[in-house]
C-alpha cells in the first residue's frame, strides 16, 4: 500500500526573506529565497545547472530578489512567482521535506 503523500500543515511565504514549512510530525523546514531560487526544479533550470550555469541571477535583471507570490498546486507542492518573471518551477512537498536545511535534518 502506497503512503499518503507528506503535505505542509501550514506554508508561510515571506515574499523578502523566507519560505516556512510546518510539517504534520511538527517539524519546520526553512528556506531562504536565494536557496529555493538557485534550486528551482523545473526543466530549464536544472537544465542550465548541468551545463554549469547559473539559474539565477539572470543576465540584465537585479540581483535582488523576492517572490511576487505563491500559489499551492494541489497537494503536490508550491509554485512560487519571482521578480525577475520566471514562475515555471513547482517545489514538490517531498522535495522540500528532503531538502529540509535544518540543522537536525542535515547533521550539523
Do not use: K
Request: glycine content about 8%; charged content about 20%.
Amino acid at each position: 500500500m502506497e503512503e499518503p503523500p507528506l503535505i505542509p500543515e501550514t506554508v508561510d511565504v515571506d515574499r523578502t526573506r523566507s519560505v516556512t514549512l510546518t510539517w504534520p510530525d511538527r517539524h519546520v523546514s526553512r528556506f531562504g529565497l536565494e536557496e529555493l531560487r538557485l534550486a528551482c526544479p523545473c526543466a530549464t533550470c536544472r537544465s542550465l545547472r548541468v551545463q554549469g550555469a547559473p539559474s539565477w541571477p539572470r543576465p540584465g535583471v537585479s540581483r535582488e530578489l523576492w517572490a511576487e507570490g505563491a500559489e499551492l498546486v494541489g497537494n503536490y507542492g508550491l509554485q512560487l512567482r519571482w521578480n525577475d518573471g520566471h514562475q515555471t518551477g513547482i517545489y514538490s512537498w517531498s522535495l522540500l521535506r528532503a531538502s529540509c536545511p535544518c540543522p537536525q535534518c542535515t547533521g550539523s
